[in-house]
């Protein structure tokens, strides 16, 4: 079978090496230098096992800049970014609609199975729109950094349709895995929609309240390890995304709340906004800290909002510097993956014994399991308790 992956991100990249180590892959990307980097077995994305399975495993995998690379095709995987555009209050969807034109034109007329993140009701208007019922959405649920460990073990697959070509596609994620019995859910496009928005913000929604539970825990002299531990320890709650942060970030999570909260247009709701609302109270309280202990210059040690990563697309540290420099702070940057002199109009300090010389006070969203920072561990400012994501 051939199957055409149409983005080399994060779910592009973990979909065309899962499934290439049983089909014909072809990679489609705008972007010459990842295609070349695909071609010549180097990893677009930081990913351990991504970089892994291209340096030593048996794959058929190509990648390709040309549309003519869509024909014959059995599937094609729409893994191309929405961001969330404020000033629509919608996902930006044009690169997947530029993908479902091009697919459409294809020799074969492939499935087109959307990966991207999209708003309710997305797949049912594009049908129309297009004229065309060959559209169809199975929703993602990976992690930066652990992409194709997710994808080898799911939780659950996912396809936002009830028919033969659903379960097929279906079977084409589980056959490729190496979890067996991964459950499977065949629901309409719609539903299926609103399972990956309710899933993020849920996810949103308990880093929202342990970050809260940390702020509390600041503010009066509490252990908050003690408190999540013994909060954790009830069967119910358990641990996960109960690490204190800067405020959840990344590239899902902030663009998903908000385009449910979007999607919530005419039905009641208090609980969602209350999530985003929280989120920016996390950085606000944080940042009035910060700024309490009168540093003259606050170093930012990397941008990424995980360990193993190197993503920093609406990292929340990045919100934090800015409140920082706008109370008339100096702020310095320390990002290896960043080739800039300067972020956000800060300069970045890619020697790491000057960036911490420089540095009064040095903010970590996440701690480095390196140590490299323990010999000025007084001058760190994190909230990370665990040690994890």
């Known amino acids: 079978m051939k199957i055409v992956v149409a983005g080399l991100g994060y779910v592009g990249m973990s979909n065309a090496v899962l499934l290439a180590r049983k089909h014909e892959v072809c990679a489609v990307d705008v972007d010459p230098k990842r295609v070349d980097m695909v071609n010549n077995r180097r990893s677009p994305v930081r990913d351990p096992e991504i970089e892994d399975f291209l340096a030593n495993r048996e794959l058929s995998l190509t990648a390709s800049t040309e549309p003519s690379a869509y024909d014959g095709a059995s599937f094609v995987i729409v893994a191309t970014p929405t961001d969330y555009d404020t000033e629509s209050g919608s996902f930006d969807t044009s690169k997947v609609d530029e993908v479902i034109e091009a697919a459409l034109e294809a020799e074969g007329a492939p499935v087109i199975v959307i990966r991207s993140t999209i708003p309710v009701g997305f797949v049912e208007e594009a049908r129309e729109r297009f004229k065309t019922d060959r559209i ?49 859910f065949l629901t309409e496009p719609g539903e299926a929609e609103a399972i990956k928005l309710f899933a993020n913000t849920y996810l949103a929604m308990r880093v929202a309240f342990f970050n809260e539970l940390d702020s509390y825990a600041m503010s009066v002299g509490l252990d ?50 209350a999530v985003i609302d929280a989120n920016a109270t996390r950085k606000d309280f944080l940042s009035e800290r910060i700024v309490s202990r009168k540093p003259n210059t606050v170093g930012v040690y990397r941008l990424a909002m995980k360990a193993n990563s190197d993503n920093h697309r609406a990292s929340s540290i990045i919100d934090i510097m800015k409140r920082v420099r706008g109370e008339g702070i100096e702020v310095i940057v320390h990002e290896p993956s960043c080739d800039l002199e300067q972020f956000l109009g800060n300069p970045v300090v890619n020697d790491l014994d000057d960036f911490k010389e420089r540095a009064d006070l040095i903010l970590a969203n996440r701690r480095p399991n390196t140590g490299e920072l323990e010999d000025v561990a007084d001058k760190v400012f994190t909230r990370d308790i665990f040690g994890e994501n």
């Open 136 to 184: 169809i959405f199975s929703p993602e649920f990976l992690s930066e950094g652990n992409a194709l460990g997710d994808n080898l073990h799911p939780s659950r697959i996912v396809v936002g349709e009830r028919s033969d070509r659903a379960r097929a596609f279906a079977d084409l994620l589980a056959g490729a895995a190496e979890e067996k019995d991964v459950p499977v």
């Open 224 to 273: 908050a390890k003690r408190v999540i531990d013994g909060v954790c320890g009830d069967r119910n709650i358990r641990d996960g995304y109960n690490n204190p942060s800067f405020g959840y970030g990344g590239y899902c999570l902030p663009k998903d709340t908000k385009q449910l909260l979007a999607n919530y247009s005419g039905v009641p709701q208090n609980l969602i906004k």
